[in-house]
T-cell receptor, first 115, second 109 residues
């Protein structure tokens, strides 16, 4: 069974631009969560989607948004990019939502550099 | 990762055992996890333990859980150069995974 895939793997953008990242979960998994990893803040929860609905959102500004499609694939969007948005963005999938104590499997991440 | 604490660095000689320690805060966490991250890569799930267990062994990996002290440890037997990586302890905190800052393990010859 294929693992979690994320595209693109690397991105370079400039301040003020917007970016869309994509995540395809493991086949049969219905929950997708997004995390931001930076050297200073570590791994921070962004949001979680289950059955096309955002179930939970972390403490990030409204510039960060996402959605999930009927095939469970998810996208996240960051508008008006800032230098501090440079990070590794990780997607994780699980069978059910995290409250069901499901194990999360992570993709390789998208490394975003904002210049 | 403010709810989970780990030591930041561990240096170990090849062939020795590595022990990575972690303390967590939420006594209601049902699952506790260990993830491994190699340079430039995502997080690889190494192992997890149910909160009603004290120990779990999986090949070279041994997880010990002390619920009273909220202490979790990962022991890697016969550490190899390929074990050099950052290891994250994580607990399920409500609707998300809460991670420690990660322990960088360096294996020296």
């Amino acid at each position: 069974k294929a693992g979690v895939t994320q595209t693109p793997r690397y991105l370079i953008k400039t301040r003020g631009q917007q970016v869309t990242l994509s995540c395809s979960p493991i086949s049969g998994h219905r929950s997708v969560s997004w995390y931001q990893q930076t050297p200073g803040q570590g791994l921070q929860f962004l949001f979680e989607y289950f059955s096309e609905t955002q179930r939970n959102k972390g403490n990030f500004p409204g510039r960060f948004s996402g959605r999930q499609f009927s095939n469970s694939r998810s996208e996240m969007n960051v508008s008006t990019l800032e230098l501090g948005d440079s990070a590794l963005y990780l997607c994780a999938s699980s069978l059910m939502y995290i409250r069901a104590q499901e194990t999360q499997y992570f993709g390789p991440g998208t490394r975003l550099l904002v210049l | 990762g403010e709810d989970v604490e780990q030591s930041l660095f561990l240096s170990v000689r090849e062939g020795d055992s590595s022990v990575i320690n972690c303390t967590y805060t939420d006594s209601s966490s049902t699952y506790l996890y260990w993830y491994k991250q190699e340079p430039g890569a995502g997080l690889q799930l190494l192992t997890y333990i149910f909160s009603n267990m004290d120990m779990k062994q999986d090949q070279r990996l041994t997880v010990l859980l002390n619920k009273k002290d909220k202490h979790l440890s990962l022991r890697i037997a016969d550490t190899q150069t390929g074990d050099s990586a950052i290891y994250f302890c994580a607990e399920t905190l409500d609707y998300k995974l809460s991670f420690g800052a990660g322990t960088t393990v360096t294996v020296r010859a």
